[in-house]
C-alpha cells in the first residue's frame, strides 16, 4: 500500500517563495511518476508538475514555468515543489500524487493511482 505524506504549506505573501514536500511509503515500482496538483476553492483540481522517477524527466504546467521546480530526494523518497514569485491566484490546496505506471500524459488526474491528503497554500496580496 502505498501512502504520500506532504507537508510544508502555509501562508505567505505575494511575491515570496515556499516549499511543500510529499514523502512516498511503500513504493516499490522500477518506474513510477510523482506529481503535484492544485485545487482552489471552487475550481476544479489542475495539474502543477510532474517527475519521472527513473529518467528523471519533469513536466510543468504553463502557469507555474519558470516559478516552481519539482524536484526528487530519490535516498529519501521524496518529491518537492519549490514555488517562487508567489502569486494570489497560486492559493490552494496543493496534493501529491503517484502514477505507478505512467503511460498516460503527466496532467491526466484519472491515470494517478495514489493522492495524499493535501497541504493548503495560501499567498497574500
Known amino acids: 500500500q502505498v501512502q504520500l505524506v506532504e507537508s510544508g504549506g502555509g501562508l505567505v505573501q505575494s511575491g515570496s517563495s515556499l516549499r511543500v514536500s510529499c514523502v512516498a511509503s511503500?513504493?516499490?515500482?522500477?518506474?513510477?511518476?510523482m506529481a503535484w496538483f492544485r485545487q482552489a476553492p471552487g475550481k476544479e483540481r489542475e495539474f502543477v508538475a510532474s517527475?519521472?522517477?527513473?529518467?528523471?524527466?519533469?513536466v510543468y504546467a504553463d502557469s507555474v514555468k519558470d516559478r516552481f521546480t519539482i524536484y526528487r530526494d530519490a535516498a529519501e523518497n521524496t518529491v518537492l515543489l519549490q514555488m517562487n514569485n508567489l502569486k494570489p491566484e497560486d492559493t490552494a490546496v496543493y496534493y501529491c500524487?503517484?502514477?505507478?505506471?505512467?503511460?498516460?500524459?503527466?496532467?491526466?488526474?484519472?491515470?494517478?493511482?495514489?493522492w495524499g491528503q493535501g497541504t493548503q497554500v495560501t499567498v497574500s496580496s
Open positions: 511503500g513504493v516499490i515500482y522500477a518506474n513510477y511518476r
Open positions: 517527475v519521472t522517477w527513473r529518467n528523471n524527466k519533469k
Open positions: 500524487a503517484t502514477d505507478v505506471n505512467p503511460d498516460s500524459p503527466p496532467g491526466a488526474m484519472a491515470a494517478y493511482d495514489y
